[in-house]
């Protein structure tokens, strides 16, 4: 097996630390490996799936990300992974190359919380085309505004654009015009920059996909990329001025 492909998948969920715990669900009729996630603060939760993994059916609980992610750099990229179980619960993760190998200890998937599942999904007014410009000037505008926490969907007629930073006095702040499949006339709607920036970072190789966002306080974008599809679902943050 590939390291690389294996910290791909972590890093589409971690993202630098923001979700660190997690149950990894690996099914060996379908060759994938599947997860969903949920932000300490709630405000995202996701879903990412991996083709092509050929491994035994297992629940992986994983409660320290950070700490694998370490223990993986050991290795070299061409490894081997076996599970350590009592009965039918995996206890260690072990992993090998040709001249090394290491052992993170396994949590019971019953201690880390379970993301709760969206029972309703609202329309979604706009639609915004994620190219990797916007993804680059994204990155680029938060690593600049570093103290910014939001940015704020703004449309004013048929013209949208997405505001790092905006308050209704004069700030600091990076204007990103962006071009729109779907749009409506909605009030002005903001999310977590932090983790949004993190999302796109961890999905930078896609070449196109779609911010959609509703009204009522929540948005959604879906990557396909080679093996890997994720999904991320933030909620709205309150009170920006």
């Not at 690389?4 to 969920?13: A, T, V």
């Not at 706009?126 to 680059?136: E, H, M, N, R, Y």
């Not at 930073?165 to 702040?173: A, E, K, L, Q, Y």
Request: aromatic residues 8%.
């Amino acid at each position: 097996m590939n390291k690389k492909r294996l910290n791909r998948f972590i890093s589409k969920y971690y993202l630098n630390g923001i979700v660190n715990s997690i149950v990894l669900n690996s099914k060996s009729n379908s060759q994938q490996l599947t997860a969903r996630f949920i932000s300490g603060d709630k405000s995202l939760l996701g879903e990412l799936t991996m083709d092509k993994w050929s491994f035994e059916d297992s629940d992986i609980g994983i409660y320290n990300t950070e700490q694998l992610t370490k223990l993986l750099d050991v290795v070299d990229d061409d490894i081997n992974i076996t599970l350590t179980k009592s009965g039918d619960k995996s206890i260690a993760l072990k992993v090998s190359d040709s001249s090394s190998s290491v052992n993170y200890m396994l949590t019971d998937t019953s201690v880390i919380n379970e993301p709760p599942t969206l029972k309703s999904i609202p329309e979604f007014e706009l639609s915004i085309d994620v190219t990797p410009q916007f993804i680059a000037k994204f990155i680029a505008g938060k690593s600049a505004l570093k103290e910014t926490d939001n940015f704020t969907v703004i449309t004013d007629s048929s013209n949208v654009k997405v505001v790092i930073g905006h308050s209704s006095v004069n700030t600091n702040r990076v204007t990103i015009p962006v071009t729109t499949t779907k749009v409506s006339d909605i009030d002005n709607v903001s999310f977590n920059a932090n983790i949004f920036s993190e999302v796109l970072n961890a999905n930078k190789e896609c070449e196109s996909a779609t911010l959609e966002v509703s009204s009522e306080g929540l948005s959604r974008i879906t990557f396909k990329i080679d093996d890997y599809t994720s999904t991320y679902h933030l909620v709205a943050v309150q009170d920006v001025d």
